[in-house]
């Protein structure tokens, strides 16, 4: 258990994100790397965009997520995703991160996501 750190544990803290944004700068300046991301976070519908506006190559879930997902990534452009996940980046807690991109992706409600 993380006792005191629980809280933190989340992928929608800006400095997780900030970390994958490193991440997908440090791959590029080495050569053009991948950077993939699995689980659960690849799996929410909301926080694939943000990862796809971080530059994240490759998402990894479970079959049954995947056409959520889909069609979520496909309701926006990467200039769009791009600014999701600058706002995202720039939130001072997790829930502000997530709370602030949610109400931009009106789909995720007409999808009961």
Do not use: F
Not at 33 to 48: F, H, R, T
Request: hydrophobic content about 55%.
């Amino acid at each position: 258990m993380l006792g005191p750190l629980a809280g933190l544990n989340d992928p929608w803290q800006p400095a997780v994100l900030r970390l994958v944004q490193l991440t997908v700068h440090g791959a590029k300046s080495a050569g053009d790397k991948a950077v993939g991301v699995c689980g659960e976070s690849a799996a929410d519908p909301a926080l694939a965009v943000v990862l796809a506006g971080l530059g994240v190559n490759t998402l990894s879930m479970t079959a049954r997520s995947l056409a959520a997902v889909g069609t979520v990534l496909n309701s926006v452009t990467l200039a769009e995703a791009q600014e999701l996940a600058a706002l995202a980046v720039g939130a001072a807690t997790a829930a502000e991160s997530r709370d602030s991109v949610r109400a931009r992706l009106p789909i995720l409600a007409e999808l009961g996501l």
